[in-house]
């Protein structure tokens, strides 16, 4: 048995196991990834679908994708392969792509307005070995990297990817540690520490989805907002109120049909609140 410390779970595995997240596993005594290279997803989308609107606008990019996660959020829209029994099928029936092949399949579109690959759909952290090794070669081929993350990673992790990544756009689910811990069986510490020290590193963008009755007061907006505004930030032009915020309305999906869509308005107000603190607050799924 050994610990894995991708994230705050620090999962005890067991000789041939899986950890929580279904995705990292112990051989030979040794924490690995077991869903290393093994692609369940890869589209050409525009930047603007990450979401990233100030980073490159225009533009393409290679989203690739495995399977596993390690939180539980029950209104998951990348579910089948992120923590449902069906992710296990996926493993089985992802295709093996090397990080020299996704490098030149990167360069290939180049033409069509491609300017490098984003690490999206599941959560790439809990396979961040895969997500080094072809950000490295996506880098030296002179094209961009981005994480698309929940942000439950610890530092040193962080810490590896960082010289090879240029943007993530970060989920900041929510600002309680209730809505953390009892919705998402996440660990809100871990995710603000992370940000904090991504927005140091790289071009960061958050993204808010706002759920019902858990996240959707403009207290907790107030909150958020003015937290990230107080943020230091790689670009030394720039104070932490440049951080763009996306603020999604929520559709009823997966395990959370118990509610209506988010009211369009409240999108707006939350908006409104948001702007009090930062200058780019940009709605979605209105």
């Known amino acids: 048995m050994s610990k894995c410390t991708v994230c705050f779970r620090n999962c005890e595995i067991p000789e041939g196991s899986l950890g929580f997240c279904k995705a990292r596993i112990c051989r030979n005594g040794q924490i690995m990834a077991a869903n290393y290279g093994k692609v369940t997803s890869m589209f050409l989308d525009p930047i603007e679908k990450k979401p990233l609107s100030r980073f490159y606008p225009g533009s393409m990019i290679l989203s690739v994708g495995s399977y596993g996660c390690n939180l539980r959020c029950p209104f998951c829209q990348n579910y089948r392969i992120s923590w449902s029994e069906e992710a296990g099928s996926f493993a089985k029936d992802a295709a093996y792509v090397s990080p020299e092949k996704l490098a030149q399949t990167a360069l290939r579109y180049r033409s069509d307005g491609n300017i490098g690959v ?29 994480l698309v993350t929940n942000a439950t990673a610890s530092l040193p992790v962080l810490a590896e990817l960082a010289p090879f990544i240029d943007a993530m756009n970060i989920d900041l689910k929510g600002f309680t540690d209730r809505y953390y811990k009892e919705l998402l069986k996440g660990d809100r510490g871990m995710v603000m520490d992370f940000i904090r020290h991504a927005a140091r590193i790289c071009h960061v963008e958050l993204t808010t989805l706002i759920i019902p009755g858990e996240n959707d007061s ?69």
Not at 119 to 140: C, H, M, Q, S
Not at 230 to 247: F, K, M
Request: include cysteine; charged fraction near 25%.
């Open 118 to 146: 984003a690490f999206t759909y599941n959560e790439p952290l809990i396979g961040y070995e895969y997500v080094l090794d072809a950000a490295r070669l996506v880098k030296a081929n002179g094209m961009k990297t981005v």
């Open 218 to 286: 403009e207290e907790e907006m107030n909150d958020l907002s003015s937290w990230v505004a107080s943020l230091d930030v790689a670009d030394r032009t720039l104070t932490g109120a440049d951080i763009p915020l996306h603020i999604s309305r929520f559709f009823p999906y997966f395990h959370m049909t118990d509610r209506a869509p988010t009211d369009v308005a409240q999108i707006y107000r939350l908006a409104d609140t948001a702007k009090r603190h930062l200058k780019y607050v940009y709605t979605g799924n209105c």
